[in-house]
Nanobody, 119 residues
Framework: QVQLVESGGGLVQPGGSLRLSCAAS????????MAWFRQAPGKEREFVAR????????YYADSVKGRFTISKDNANNTLYLQMNSLKPEDTAVYYC????????????WGQGTQVTVSS
């Protein structure tokens, strides 16, 4: 099995920064794609960013382009999300997810970490 655990969330003022981490454990970790999603209270879950685990190609939602950076540490089975210039509308629970092969949807999810952007 694959277990994903997010960390790094917290309270930050508008314009501030946070770096989220997602640590994988449970087996040899070799996913096809890793991604970040978020869900704000009363809203649907939305895609934030994804990264190809092997080649590192990234893709971002328009709402976070230029502000967020997704990255990875293959050796330590860890996914990161650097969030800069945070806005109140970024407030949400952030989840990491893994797609093990191109043939399947995201089947592994972390428990989420709360990010609150407020003054």
């Amino acid at each position: 099995q694959v277990q994903l655990v997010e960390s790094g969330g917290g309270l930050v003022q508008p314009g501030g920064s946070l770096r989220l981490s997602c640590a994988a454990s449970g087996r040899t970790f070799s996913p096809y794609v890793m991604a970040w999603f978020r869900q704000a209270p009363g809203k649907e879950r939305e895609f934030v960013a994804r990264i190809m685990w092997s080649g590192g190609l990234t893709y971002y939602a328009d709402s976070v382009k230029g502000r967020f950076t997704i990255s990875k540490d293959n050796a330590n089975n860890t996914l990161y999300l650097q969030m800069n210039s945070l806005k109140p509308e970024d407030t949400a629970v952030y989840y990491c997810a893994a797609k093990l092969t191109v043939f399947y949807d995201y089947g592994y999810w972390g428990q989420g970490t709360q990010v609150t952007v407020s003054s």
